[in-house]
């Protein structure tokens, strides 16, 4: 049905509703009446529902929205994550934070006031396990948030079992304060080096040198390496599922391919030659790969790794050992690094493996700065030699 004005008639003759209320109103099949102030407003939701409906897609199921956010909830995050840990993460939040309060709750229901009044009792909520009066960390409380706004989203415009987003005009959560990362200098990133057992070296080197994650080091294998070429791919990474530790893609799914420094070369091709590597099959691709660093025959569990080698390398260096200490500063070295080379955002986008150029701004964009010093060396070697010029402008042709 076309858009209906509900002031005048056909015959412009003025309606009982006339000068009361928002004036265009659209009436679908399948889909509520909605009613918009403005008649372009109304003509674009007219013209997308008459294209889902072409589509064989059904705009709206008031049916749909009776259904209880913790039905809801629960099969759209367990649709949204594939990667395990992800999923057990979302999981977690979902049913320690969000359904307590939402869980009983219609999805029609959920209102922009619901929202704010479940903000606030998140923003107030004690943390478990902590000390008395400790409130939860800003950080999870803005995760918590993300989660919940991810589903209500996924409710509008993927399942269509709510017209609006209540999350839009409820009141907002401040974003956490983002703390500027503080990079290692070279003789603590040297010290830590030299306390990592020889066998297992080139592991956080790889972190230094060419960006991986801690999880993706443990990985690495002989096929990802082009000596050749000095490149080095980052295929996968290892994770426990299920209290087993496999070989599955990178965070996100996204491979990416670096340079290897020639540092780095060598003391991988060194790795091969002293201990060899160990076939094990992965998971996602079905392939066998020969892995380098292993123990015993397994690939390397995180948690031990931290106990038993990087943690006493980093108290060596003088370091307290903790989550801000952990292998993944060495990351923030190498990032550092790109930067005071030259690189662009791009490029550290790229060689980092970054779902997007905004996490490299939000973690790295005030690394730039030091670039500069690097600018003003450039214009100051094109024009360094120029001179303020004697003359005024009175006299042109100088004294």
Known sequence: MAV?????????????????????????????????????????????????????????DHAAGRVLFKVYARKCVKDRYSNHNSLKASESL?????????????MMDIKPSTVSAGRAEIRNKQRKNGKPGQKLSAMT?????????MIMTSAVRVDKVIVENPCADAVRIPKPVKRKIKIWEHDTVDTILDGIPV??????????????????????????????????????QVQRIYGQLMLVPPKGGKTRTVPLPDVTRRAL?????RYGTTVIKCSCCDEAHRVLFTDQGSLLARRGWDRDIWHPAVAGAGLTPSRRTGQHQFR?????????????????????????????????GHLFERSHDRARKVIDT????????????????GA
């Not at 979902?94 to 219609?106: A, K, Q």
């Not at 690094?337 to 490299?360: C, F, K, N, P, W």
């Not at 024009?383 to 006299?395: I, L, N």
């Open 4 to 60: 209906e004005d509900s002031w005048y008639t056909v015959d412009k003759v003025p309606t009982k509703r006339h000068g009361r209320g928002k004036r265009w109103r659209v009436r679908n099949a399948g889909a509520p009446t909605r009613s918009f102030r403005r008649k372009g407003d109304a003509v674009a939701h007219d013209t997308q529902v008459n294209n889902d409906l072409l589509k064989g897609l059904k705009p709206f």
């Open 141 to 149: 409380i803005s995760r918590i948030d993300a989660l919940f706004t």
């Open 382 to 397: 094109a024009f360094g030699g120029r001179v303020y010029p004697a003359r005024t402008d009175e006299d042109p042709q």
């Open 269 to 273: 091709s060194a790795h091969v030659d």
């Open 199 to 236: 066998r297992y070296y080139p592991i956080p080197l790889l972190s230094a040198t060419c960006g991986h994650r801690p999880a993706e080091s443990f990985a690495v294998a002989l096929d990802d390496i082009d000596f050749r070429r000095r490149r080095i791919g980052i295929n996968h």
């Open 332 to 364: 923030h070295v190498y990032a550092s690094e790109l930067i005071e080379g030259g690189a662009s955002l791009e490029q550290v986008r790229d060689y980092m493996g970054h779902a997007s150029i905004t996490i490299t701004v939000d973690v790295y």
């Open 94 to 106: 979902l049913e320690n934070h969000l359904i307590p309060i939402y869980g009983e709750r219609r």
